[in-house]
C-alpha cells in the first residue's frame, strides 16, 4: 500500500513509486497535497477507488502504465483540471476510460491493452488532445466525428489493431483524407477487408461501404439440451459497424463482453461478463459467460433451472435487433428406464414363448416314445385264431397309450409264440372219441395238422396260465398292502379306546369321592368313620397283548 507517511508531506511535487508492489490506491491518500507529477508504474494495481485521486488539482502528469487495471471507474479523473498527460498503457484495459472531463490533456496513452471500442463523441470534449497511442490493441472499429473529434490531433498510432474495413472506420478515414501526416507507422496501420485480404487503411479509405443497423438471420431458435451437459448458443446477428451484444435470460439477469459495457450503459446497467449459480440435482454448480466478443453465450451443467427464452440483442447507432433461443432441457434417465423395461418385458416374453414351445416338443416326444416303446414290446403272432388276434390286437395298445391308464404293467409281457410254420391251420373236422382218427374229406391223412393243432393247444394253455398266476399276484399284492393298512388302523382304534376307557375309570372314582363328600356335609354328624374303597383295572397293549392289573386303594374319612 501506498505509505500513509505522505499524507503530511504538502509541499512535495514530484512523487515517484514505481516498481513497488503497490496492489491498492487508498482513498484520500493524495488530499491536501501539491503533487505536479505522480508515478506508479511497474505496480500490481488491479483496482482504484474513485476517490484514489482527489483534490490533486496542480496535478499535471499521472503515469498508471505497466499495472493490472481491468477498467477504471468512471470518476477517477474528475478532479484534475489540469492534467496534461495520462499514461495507461500496458494494462488490461477492456473499456476505454472515460477521460471527457479532462480539458487540458494534450497526450493519452491507452496503448497494448484489450481494448475494442470507442463511443460515439467520447474524445468530443478533449480539444487539447495532440497524440493518442492505440497500437495493439482490438479495435475492429474506430468510430468517430470528424467534425468534433481530434481537431487539434498531431500524431495518430492505431496499427497492430485487427480493424474491419467497415463504415466503422469511415470518420477516421475522413480525418486521414484530411491530414495525410496524422498517422503514425501507416505501413503497419492495415485492415481486414470482407474478403479476409490484409491492406493498408489509407488505400482504402473512402471506397467503404455505408453502415447498416443490426440484422438477424434467424430470428428464432429451439434446442432440446441434455442435462448436466454444456451448450453454446451463437447470436447471428450482422451490422456495420459491428454491434454491441447483450444477452437476457428468463431469470432477469444480463450478460454482455467487458469490451462492450461502455456502449451499452443506457441498456444495461448490470450486465456482466459471468455469473455463477448453484442449482439443485445432478448438476451441481452451473457458470454462465459470454465468449467470443459477446457473440456466444456459454452455460456449463445444463439443468432445468434455465428453461425458457433466452434473446441476445444487437445495438450500434444505427439500431438493434433481437434473435431469441428456446431452451429446454431433458433428462436421459426416464428414457433409458422407459428402453430397459421395454426390452426387459420382450425377452421375458420371448423366453416364456420359447418355454412353452420346447415343453410342448418334449412332451410330445416323450407320448410318442412311450407308446412306440410298448408297441415294439408286443411281438404278434402270425395264428389266424380270432382270440389271439383279439387280444394282442394293435389298436388295444394304442387306446391305452391315449388313456395314458396306469394299470399297465411294463414289467410283463406276453411270452413269444413258438409256433415254426407261417401258418396254423386247425382241421375242419371233430375227431371221434375213439383213438381211430377218421379220413379227412380230401382222402389223405394230415399228421402234421394234429401236431401243430396240439402245439397251439398247449401254446394257448401255457400263455393263459401265465396271464393268471400274474394277475394273481398282482391281486396278493394288493390284499397285503390293503390288510397291513387295516391291522394298523385297528391298532390305532385299540390304542384309543384303551386311553378313553381309562379316563372313564378315573372320571369314575373321582365322581364317587365328590358324593362321599357330599353324604358328610349333608348329614352334618362330622364323624363317618374311616372308609376304604379299593379299585382293580386292567390295561391291556393291544400293541404287544400285555395285561397287568392295577389296584388303587382310596382311604374316605
Known amino acids: 500500500m501506498i505509505p500513509e ?26 488530499d491536501g497535497m501539491s503533487i505536479r507529477h505522480l508515478s506508479l508504474s511497474h505496480n500490481a494495481i488491479t483496482d482504484a477507488s474513485p476517490k484514489s485521486f482527489t483534490r490533486l488539482d496542480d496535478l499535471l502528469t499521472l503515469d498508471l502504465s505497466y499495472n493490472y487495471l481491468e477498467s477504471v471507474p468512471k470518476d477517477l479523473f474528475a478532479e484534475m483540471p489540469r492534467l496534461e498527460i495520462l499514461n495507461l498503457e500496458h494494462n488490461v484495459l477492456n473499456i476505454f476510460p472515460v477521460v471527457s472531463n479532462l480539458p487540458r490533456l494534450r497526450i493519452l496513452l491507452v496503448n497494448d491493452n484489450r481494448l ?40 495518430l498510432d492505431i496499427s497492430g489493431n485487427p480493424l474491419r474495413c467497415s463504415c466503422g ?10 491530414n495525410t501526416s496524422l498517422l503514425e507507422r501507416p505501413l503497419s496501420t492495415k485492415c481486414t477487408t470482407p474478403d479476409k485480404q490484409v491492406v493498408i487503411v489509407r488505400d482504402v479509405v473512402g471506397k467503404l461501404d455505408e453502415c447498416t443497423e443490426p ?5 428464432f431458435h429451439s434446442h432440446v439440451i441434455l442435462i448436466t451437459s454444456h451448450v453454446e448458443l451463437s447470436c447471428r446477428v450482422h451490422g456495420e459497424p459491428e454491434p454491441a451484444i447483450m444477452w437476457s435470460t428468463p431469470w432477469g439477469h444480463q450478460f454482455a463482453d467487458v469490451a462492450h459495457l461502455h456502449m451499452l450503459e443506457d ?6 461478463p459471468a455469473r455463477r449459480y448453484r442449482v439443485h440435482g445432478l448438476t451441481g454448480t452451473s457458470e454462465v459467460s459470454v465468449q467470443s466478443n459477446g457473440r456466444i453465450l456459454r452455460i456449463s451443467s445444463f439443468s432445468s433451472s434455465f428453461n425458457g427464452n433466452i434473446s441476445c440483442t444487437a445495438f450500434n447507432r444505427l439500431g438493434n435487433a433481437t434473435a431469441i433461443h428456446y431452451v429446454k432441457a431433458y433428462s436421459a434417465v426416464k428414457t433409458v428406464m422407459l428402453e ?18 420346447v415343453g410342448a416338443i418334449k412332451r410330445a416326444v416323450l407320448r410318442w416314445c412311450s407308446c412306440v416303446g410298448r408297441k ?4 404278434h403272432t402270425p395264428v389266424d385264431n380270432v382270440s389271439v388276434q383279439e387280444n394282442l390286437n394293435e389298436s388295444h395298445f394304442e387306446d391305452r397309450c391315449k388313456e395314458d391308464s396306469m394299470d399297465f404293467d411294463d414289467d410283463y ?27 379227412p374229406p380230401g382222402g389223405a391223412w394230415l399228421p402234421s395238422n394234429i401236431l401243430e393243432t396240439m402245439e397251439e393247444v398247449r401254446w394257448r394253455l401255457r400263455y393263459g396260465v401265465g396271464r393268471r398266476v400274474e394277475s394273481m399276484k398282482r391281486n396278493v399284492h394288493a390284499i397285503k398292502e390293503s390288510g397291513s393298512m387295516y391291522v394298523h388302523n385297528i391298532m390305532e382304534s385299540g390304542s384309543t379306546a384303551a386311553n378313553k376307557v381309562k379316563a372313564g375309570v378315573v372320571l369314575g372314582v373321582e365322581t364317587v369321592k365328590y358324593h362321599v363328600q357330599s353324604i358328610r356335609e349333608f348329614c352334618g354328624t362330622g364323624d363317618m368313620g374311616v372308609q376304604t374303597v379299593s379299585m382293580i383295572s386292567v390295561e391291556t397293549n393291544v400293541d404287544t397283548q400285555e395285561s397287568r392289573e392295577i389296584i388303587k386303594s382310596f382311604t374316605i374319612v
Do not use: W
Open 5 to 30: 507517511i505522505l499524507r503530511g508531506l504538502s509541499m512535495l511535487r514530484n512523487v515517484s513509486l514505481a516498481g513497488n508492489n503497490i496492489k491498492d490506491v487508498q482513498s484520500g491518500i493524495f
Open 116 to 155: 475494442s471500442f470507442t463511443a460515439p463523441g467520447q474524445l468530443s470534449s478533449l480539444r487539447s488532445l495532440q497524440i493518442l497511442k492505440l497500437q495493439n490493441n482490438r479495435f475492429v472499429s474506430f468510430d468517430i466525428s470528424p467534425r468534433t473529434e481530434l481537431l487539434s490531433l498531431q500524431s
Open 169 to 178: 472506420i469511415a470518420g477516421l478515414g475522413q480525418v486521414l483524407h484530411s
Open 215 to 219: 440484422l438477424t438471420s434467424v430470428p
Open 267 to 272: 441498456h444495461c446497467e448490470e450486465c456482466q
Open 340 to 357: 430397459s423395461l421395454f426390452i426387459g418385458a420382450c425377452c421375458a416374453a420371448v423366453s416364456l414363448c420359447l418355454g412353452f414351445v
Open 376 to 379: 415294439k414290446n408286443v411281438k
Open 413 to 439: 409281457y406276453p411270452p413269444e409264440t413258438p409256433f415254426t410254420t407261417p401258418v396254423a391251420i386247425s382241421p375242419t373236422y371233430s375227431p371221434k372219441k375213439s383213438g381211430t382218427p377218421g379220413t
